[in-house]
């Protein structure tokens, strides 16, 4: 559903070119990296505890892992999608202004212009993640839930979820250079679209 989802979205807000094709390669690379990592750490450290998920009946669900790795492809989809689109956007834009640059000049600035888009991105995720909490915590506290129990139980779910989510965010900037600049100075004599 994801990679559905990101195919519909990029090509339609897009177009079909390999600007499209780059960031959707580089968005379905960096999801498959950031799940890799989010599933290794998982298995290798104490189990979160999903029983503070309201929506989820615990009894009638066998695994509650499979539907927090969905809800962090979900929400870590957007980001990874904007950096990717913003680099190769960028990285097309050079080209075009500058066609005899170098695959190695290109990728330099692609890189400039990650570190630029990834504070941003990376503040956006945080103030996403607080105002989430901020309702959440005092309906809680609301509800005589006392505030470290709060800490306890809803804290480690949201923090996990902030770090795998920045993680991508990190990844995406040279994901993104690496697979733009090599699209776009492979065949770039042809400029033809792919579409």
Known sequence: ???????????????????????????????AMVMTVFSLVVHHTEEL?????????????DNPEEIFYAEILLSGLGAIMDVAVDISTALSEIIKQKPEISFRQLFRSGREIGHDIMGTM???????????????????????VSFLTIIRLHIPCELCRFFVESIGIVLAIPVSVLITSGILKSNLKKRTTLC
């Open 1 to 31: 559903m994801v990679i559905a989802f990101a195919i519909v979205t990029l090509f339609c807000m897009n177009g079909c070119n390999k600007k499209t094709v780059s960031a959707l390669l580089s968005t379905l690379c960096v999801l």
């Open 49 to 61: 505890d999903f029983s503070t998920m309201e929506y989820l009946d615990l009894r009638s669900i």
């Open 122 to 144: 990376i503040n956006i995720l945080l103030f996403v993640f607080i105002s989430g909490l901020i309702p959440m915590c005092l309906i809680r506290m609301n509800n005589d």
